[in-house]
């Protein structure tokens, strides 16, 4: 950082995570069409509704609703699904694309090198796991955390659909390009994306890079420190997080 610049706490949460030392493997390429060979046929899910999260347990009505689901390739080869977790009362969703390694091991999103770097990010602007909610658009991870193909993300979007109408989220923030084109159903590119929110169905959706990416990508620390301060800035005129205990 050039002397004299303003102390940046994105950029503190990287340096001190030791981002020099950080290396990741390109995921594997997918088969043709997005899907691996030889892959079972993702089917659409069937998900029960069930009532807000204002409205005792439905989150977990909902995760115990789907069992140990295996409507699509991806569960053939998971460890374990990653519903989520996180306050749903406190009106701030972040959606990743999918479970990791770490991820498949503990049934829980964002607990690997990414996941201790968005803690850090989501620090910088006074929030962490207690007062926002966590998912994936695909709860399952892929093999080689390849891309999930277009079919297991649509078998997998009624899943995140009714998370979305359980949360009522005051703002959802799509964390990479697999969610933000997802959510936002579009194939724009996430540069194209980024600077601006986006409305879905009233709830705002703002975009940003998914944290594995910094950990590639040096020079994407500036603009997602950029999002979180307008992040941050819509978060404070809106009144969130919202007050109010987990559930």
């Keep these: 950082m050039p002397a ?4 940046d706490p994105l950029w503190d949460a990287v340096r001190s995570f030791g981002l020099e030392a950080v290396h990741i493997r390109r995921a ?5 069409g997005g899907a691996p060979p030889g892959g079972v046929p993702a089917t659409a ?21 789907l069992g140990e689901c ?13 519903f ?32 201790q770097l968005l803690d850090r990010i989501l620090a910088s602007i006074e929030l962490d796991r207690n007062s926002c909610f966590i998912a994936n658009v695909v709860k399952c991870r892929p093999p080689g955390n390849r891309v999930p193909s277009s079919d297991e993300i649509e078998a997998c979007g009624g899943i995140l659909e009714e998370q979305i109408r ?18 936002l159903r579009t ?9 601006r929110f986006h409305d879905r169905g009233g709830i705002p959706v703002l975009v940003t890079y998914h944290p594995a990416a910094l950990l590639r990508t040096d020079a994407l620390k500036r603009p997602v420190w950029d999002d979180m301060k307008r992040l941050r800035e819509f978060m404070q005129g809106a009144g969130l997080p919202r007050n109010g205990s987990d559930g």
């Design 4 to 7: 004299g610049s303003i102390r």
């Design 28 to 32: 594997p390429s997918a088969g043709p």
């Design 45 to 65: 899910v069937e998900v029960p509704a069930v009532e807000s999260a204002r409205d005792g347990e439905p989150l977990e009505s909902l995760r115990r609703s």
């Design 70 to 82: 295996r409507r699509c390739r991806l569960g053939e080869t998971r460890l374990n699904p990653v």
């Design 84 to 115: 989520g977790e996180g306050n749903p009362r406190s009106g701030v969703l972040l959606v990743g694309e999918g479970p990791g390694a770490s991820e498949d091991e503990s049934g829980r999103p964002f607990v690997g090198r990414a996941g």
């Design 166 to 183: 359980i949360l009522q989220p005051g703002v959802i923030v799509a964390l990479g390009a697999t969610a933000a084109t997802h959510l």
């Design 187 to 195: 194939r724009q590119g996430i540069n194209s994306l980024r600077n």
